[in-house]
C-alpha cells in the first residue's frame, strides 16, 4: 500500500513538471526570506531545520525511489547530451538545481554556530549530498549515476547558500535603520 502511495505520488509529480518544482521553491524561498529577514524569531530555527529535511526528502525520493533501472547504469561525462537537448533534459536540470537550493538556503543558518565558515562548508556538504544520492543511484540501481547531475546539484546549493549570504546583508541593512 505504501509503495503504491509514493508510486502515485511520483506519477502526480512527473505530471505537473518544472511548473510544480518552481511553485514548491519559489514558496519556500519566499516564506524562508520572511521568516529569516523579517521575523527573527526562535522558529526561525526550527523552519530551517524543517526545510532542510524537507528537502533531503525530496531529493531522495525523486532521486532514488522513483527510479528503477535493471543495471548499473553511469555517465562520466558531464553534459554530454546538451547538443540535442530536449525540454525534459532542460525540465531535468532545472529541477536537479531548484531542489538543491533549499538545501543551500538551510544549511548555513543551521551551521552559523557550529563552524566559522558555514558558506564554503554548506557548499561542501550539498556537494557530499548529491554525491552520496549519485552513488546510492548506482549501487541500488536507482537510476542513472552522472556527474552532470553532481555538478548541477552542487550549482543549487551555491545558489541557496548564495541566497543566504544575500539575506544576511539585507537584514543587517534593516537593523541598521
Same mark, same amino acid.
Request: proline letters at 3%.
Given at each position: 500500500?505504501? +509503495?503504491?502511495?509514493?508510486?502515485?505520488?511520483?506519477?502526480?509529480?512527473?505530471?505537473?513538471?518544472?511548473?510544480?518544482?518552481?511553485?514548491?521553491?519559489?514558496?519556500?524561498?519566499?516564506?524562508?526570506?520572511?521568516?529569516?529577514?523579517?521575523?527573527?524569531?526562535?522558529?526561525?530555527?526550527?523552519?530551517?531545520?524543517?526545510?532542510?529535511?524537507?528537502?533531503?526528502?525530496?531529493?531522495?525520493?525523486?532521486?532514488?525511489?522513483?527510479?528503477?533501472?535493471?543495471?548499473? +547504469?553511469? *555517465?562520466?561525462?558531464?553534459?554530454?547530451?546538451?547538443?540535442?537537448?530536449?525540454?525534459?533534459?532542460? +525540465?531535468?536540470?532545472?529541477? *536537479?538545481?531548484?531542489?538543491?537550493?533549499?538545501?543551500?538556503?538551510?544549511?548555513?543558518?543551521?551551521?552559523?554556530?557550529?563552524?566559522?565558515?558555514?558558506?564554503?562548508?554548506?557548499?561542501?556538504?550539498?556537494?557530499?549530498?548529491?554525491?552520496?544520492?549519485?552513488?546510492? +543511484?548506482?549501487?541500488?540501481?536507482?537510476?542513472?549515476?552522472?556527474?552532470?547531475?553532481?555538478?548541477?546539484?552542487?550549482?543549487?546549493?551555491?545558489?541557496?547558500?548564495?541566497?543566504?549570504?544575500?539575506?544576511?546583508?539585507?537584514?543587517?541593512?534593516?537593523?541598521?535603520?
Amino acid at each position: 500500500m505504501k +509503495q503504491n502511495f509514493i508510486y502515485q505520488l511520483v506519477l502526480l509529480y512527473h505530471k505537473m513538471g518544472l511548473a510544480f518544482d518552481l511553485f514548491l521553491i519559489v514558496a519556500f524561498v519566499v516564506i524562508w526570506f520572511i521568516i529569516n529577514v523579517k521575523i527573527k524569531s526562535k522558529a526561525t530555527v526550527w523552519f530551517n531545520r524543517i526545510g532542510f529535511g524537507f528537502g533531503l526528502f525530496g531529493i531522495v525520493l525523486l532521486g532514488l525511489i522513483s527510479r528503477v533501472t535493471s543495471t548499473m +547504469q553511469y *555517465n562520466l561525462i558531464p553534459f554530454r547530451h546538451i547538443s540535442n537537448a530536449t525540454i525534459y533534459y532542460i +525540465q531535468g536540470i532545472v529541477s *536537479n538545481i531548484l531542489f538543491f537550493v533549499p538545501i543551500g538556503l538551510t544549511l548555513p543558518y543551521l551551521l552559523v554556530d557550529r563552524c566559522r565558515k558555514p558558506v564554503p562548508v554548506s557548499i561542501i556538504l550539498g556537494f557530499l549530498i548529491s554525491v552520496s544520492v549519485e552513488v546510492l +543511484q548506482l549501487i541500488l540501481r536507482r537510476g542513472v549515476f552522472e556527474t552532470e547531475d553532481i555538478i548541477i546539484n552542487t550549482l543549487g546549493t551555491a545558489i541557496g547558500t548564495l541566497s543566504f549570504v544575500f539575506s544576511k546583508r539585507v537584514r543587517r541593512k534593516d537593523d541598521k535603520t
